[in-house]
């Protein structure tokens, strides 16, 4: 699992970093937030299954 983890984070190329938040309920209380080194011209998309890799919880 380690290993998978760092070969997902390892990015190479020109990148950017995105802060990606997830929150939950009416009242809008912040669960989770995660900041990866992206390629850039990545989407929304990209990042959400970078964290789904990196975090069983978000799939």
Do not use: C, F, H, P
Not at 30 to 46: C, E, F, G, H, Q
């Amino acid at each position: 699992e380690e290993e998978a983890i760092q070969k997902v984070l390892d990015v190479q190329g020109e990148t950017i970093t995105v802060q990606y938040s997830v929150w939950m309920g009416d009242e809008i209380n912040l669960a989770r937030t995660w900041r990866l080194k992206m390629r850039v011209n990545s989407t929304i998309y990209d990042a959400i299954e970078t964290v789904a890799k990196m975090d069983n919880r978000q799939k």
